[in-house]
Antibody, heavy 121, light 107 residues
Framework: QVQLVQSGAEVKKPGASVKVSCRGS????????IHWVRQTPGQGFEWMGW????????NYAQKFQGRVTMTRDTSISTVYMELSSLTSDDTAIYYC??????????????WGQGTPVTVSS | DIQMTQSPSSLSASVGDRVTITCRAS??????LNWYQHKPGKAPEVLIYGASSLQSGVPPRFSGSGSGTDFSLTISSLQPEDFATYYCQQSASIPRTFGQGTKVEIK
């Protein structure tokens, strides 16, 4: 079945970086956009950006510009999201999600299982 | 950015009840509105895309309607597995934005 599997939980200190992976299986990985979305207690769901694996093209939310980098390794059907200069506000569950387009309407399906990231000194 | 406002933020209902959740966009998004169900510790799942299209595999008791700025998700007969948090999300423009969620609890 189509699924996205993410890397495990992370604990980081303020100022550090975190890199989360997301591996796709059960479908042709490269043509589909992969979006990153995080869920924080205070802000709910926040869209961070997307990467399209076949070209490596990216589009980042303005809020995260300069701090987020999305990359891919198509040989292992995996994309990565790296967030730098972490603060306690970045404590969240980070999700990857495949972008689908049906009849011109875009949505996320499926989502990865989520990666909890805790930022604490 | 397009702001998405859901109401109510939570509700209590019984099995078999009809439940309606609303979502309002801060500007017109045509029919570019999706609904997701989220249970604790699990990945969100899409229920409705394009405001009213039922995603494959989703039970027909779920339905969506609306266009422009006002949308709704209806569960025609609430089942035990439907107790969860529901989110709307717009796909009309970047950045994609979500409503704050509606938690459906057991009465």
């Amino acid at each position: 079945q189509v699924q996205l599997v993410q890397s495990g939980a992370e604990v980081k200190k303020p100022g550090a970086s975190v890199k989360v992976s997301c591996r796709g299986s059960g479908y042709n990985f490269t043509p589909y956009y992969i979006h990153w979305v995080r869920q924080t207690p205070g802000q709910g769901f926040e869209w961070m950006g997307w990467i399209v694996p076949n070209s490596g093209g990216t589009n980042y939310a303005q809020k995260f510009q300069g701090r987020v980098t999305m990359t891919r390794d198509t040989s292992i059907s995996t994309v990565y999201m790296e967030l730098s200069s972490l603060t306690s506000d970045d404590t969240a569950i980070y999700y990857c999600a495949r972008g689908l387009l049906v009849s011109g309407k875009g949505f996320f399906d499926p989502w990865g299982q989520g990666t909890p990231v805790t930022v604490s000194s | 950015d397009i702001q998405m406002t859901q109401s109510p933020s939570s509700l209590s209902a019984s099995v078999g009840d009809r439940v309606t959740i609303t979502c309002r966009a801060s500007q017109s998004i045509s029919s570019s509105l999706n609904w997701y169900q989220h249970k604790p510790g699990k990945a969100p799942e899409v229920l409705i895309y394009g405001a009213s299209s039922l995603q494959s595999g989703v039970p027909p008791r779920f339905s969506g309607s609306g266009s422009g700025t006002d949308f709704s998700l209806t569960i025609s007969s609430l089942q035990p597995e439907d107790f969860a948090t529901y989110y709307c999300q717009q796909s009309a423009s970047i950045p994609r934005t979500f409503g704050q969620g509606t938690k459906v609890e057991i009465k």
